[in-house]
Antibody
């Protein structure tokens, strides 16, 4: 069974660095075709894709936040970490991690999601 | 970046009704790269449809997707109580993902 779980601080002050961790099970990020993406959702608003990391350590980020994001992985711990610098109140959102399996029919969609973690950016 | 526009924003519907949700892309997109998700309050999105018309694992056959070019549709043939939720379309191209703003189904 594939599961993902996000963790991180519930409250971050403006200008601080927000660090979120996605811990997953049921698959390996070393397996060809496996990727993990981060998506956020401000309260009552739409989903916004942020970043993706692949089985071969290729990384992709949204142009809107690219300069502030770092995505990394620890395959031994089955974890992916997202760092966002210079946090702003507009970054207040629920952050989801989700799997992408580029070797499946669902290759261009997020087929399994974590439950999300809510982050508030406020002084 | 491709913009996806969903309409309507909110749809008032009744149990047993047939419902059609629209997702329009700002330019022609590949039908293999269009997906739909369902999200209930306080929950993560769930993949319903990928490749425009293929149901994801475990999705009931009352959900169907269609479309091509710039216009895509999610149809629910007979609304069940558990279908009241927000529905998002999503597109993938050039290692980037975009979502529509969502359509909320309410009683």
């Amino acid at each position: 069974q594939v599961t993902l779980r996000e963790s991180g601080p519930a409250l971050v002050k403006p200008t601080q660095t927000l660090t979120l961790t996605c811990t997953f099970s049921g698959f390996s990020l070393s397996t060809s075709g496996m990727c993990i993406g981060w998506i956020r959702q401000p309260p009552g608003k739409a989903l916004e894709w942020l970043a993706r990391i692949d089985w071969d350590d290729e990384k992709y980020s949204s142009t809107s936040v690219k300069s502030r994001l770092t995505i990394s992985r620890d395959t031994s711990k089955n974890q992916v970490v997202l760092e966002m610098t210079n946090a702003d109140p507009s970054d207040t959102a629920t952050y989801f991690c989700a799997r992408i399996n580029t070797h499946a029919g669902t290759w261009n969609a997020f087929d399994v999601w974590g439950q999300g973690t809510t982050v508030t950016v406020s002084a | 970046e491709i913009v996806l526009t969903q309409s309507p924003g909110t749809l008032s519907v009744s149990l047993g009704e047939r419902v059609t949700l629209s997702c329009r892309a700002g330019q022609t997109v590949s039908s293999t790269s269009l997906a739909w998700y369902q999200q209930k309050p306080g929950q993560a999105p769930r993949l319903l449809i990928y490749g425009t018309s293929t149901r994801a694992t475990g999705i009931p056959d009352r959900f169907s997707g269609s479309g091509s070019g710039t216009d895509f549709t999610l149809t629910i043939s007979r609304l069940e109580p558990e279908d009241f939720a927000v529905y998002f379309c999503q597109h993938y191209a050039y290692s980037s993902y975009t979502f529509g703003q969502g359509t909320k189904l309410e009683v």
